[in-house]
T-cell receptor, first 118, second 112 residues
Framework: GAVVSQHPSRVICKSGTSVKIECRSLDFQATTMFWYRQFPKKSLMLMATSNEGSKATYEQGVEKDKFLINHASLTLSTLTVTSAHPEDSSFYIC??????????????FGPGTRLLVL | DAKTTQPPSMDCAEGRAANLPCNHSTISGNEYVYWYRQIHSQGPQYIIHGLKNNETNEMASLIITEDRKSSTLILPHATLRDTAVYYCIVRVVYSGNTPLVFGKGTRLSVIA
């Protein structure tokens, strides 16, 4: 199946600093990628849709000025958490649509990035 | 996308078959049933999907009832590495530009 990578896998930062998370589709192109956030023992919650060549669309309640998304190429989307605070500590996961056989598609997920803000 | 209902947790003995049920009584004719799993501290992993016929791949089998209102994911010989949260999601095919909506899933514990 298709492979999606994320970098870094884990990051610890001080409150008030910014953190950039990269999401790459390694063997396929993705005009759209999705960013999710997951708190402990909770399910994945969609944060935003990243669109190559255009602005990202954010889910209700997600601050677009705090979570900056840039889809710079057909294989790379970045999520920047600006002025991070302890409540931003979470598991961030990206996904991209890819082929699943017989002309159908599915979503392929990155391994996730665990952010801890001190 | 139609809503799904799954039991919150299940146990399975190692080496036995794990049968995970999912109800999707409001599924539409153009919606597929997808299964993903999430092992602790990892991103979700695609397992299998189907429309109305039973499907099998190297990971699992998917049994969909004739009325398509429910399905069962079968892991034929569960191992400890299959311990994970399993998500059943119903969605329209060819919808690559729409995200997945995750419910609470079923937490499967495989016991030695």
């Amino acid at each position: 199946g298709a492979v999606v990578s994320q970098h870094p896998s884990r990051v610890i930062c001080k409150s008030g600093t910014s953190v950039k998370i990269e999401c790459r589709s390694l063997d396929f192109q993705a005009t759209t990628m999705f960013w999710y956030r997951q708190f402990p023992k909770k399910s994945l919650m969609l944060m935003a849709t990243s669109n190559e060549g255009s602005k990202a669309t954010y889910e209700q309640g997600v601050e677009k000025d705090k979570f900056l998304i840039n889809h710079a190429s057909l294989t790379l989307s970045t999520l920047t958490v600006t002025s991070a605070h302890p409540e931003d500590s979470s598991f961030y996961i990206c996904s991209a649509p890819g082929l699943a056989g017989f002309g159908t598609e599915t979503q392929y997920f990155g391994p996730g990035t665990r952010l801890l803000v001190l | 996308d139609a809503k799904t209902t799954q039991p919150p947790s299940m146990d399975c003995a190692e080496g036995r078959a794990a049968n995970l049920p999912c109800n999707h009584s409001t599924i539409s004719g153009n919606e597929y049933v997808y299964w993903y799993r999430q092992i602790h501290s990892q991103g979700p992993q695609y397992i299998i999907h189907g429309l109305k016929n039973n499907e099998t791949n190297e990971m699992a089998s998917l049994i969909i009832t004739e009325d398509r209102k429910s399905s069962t994911l079968i892991l034929p010989h569960a191992t400890l590495r299959d311990t994970a949260v399993y998500y059943c999601i119903v969605r329209v095919v060819y919808s690559g530009n729409t995200p997945l909506v995750f419910g609470k899933g079923t937490r499967l514990s495989v016991i030695a």
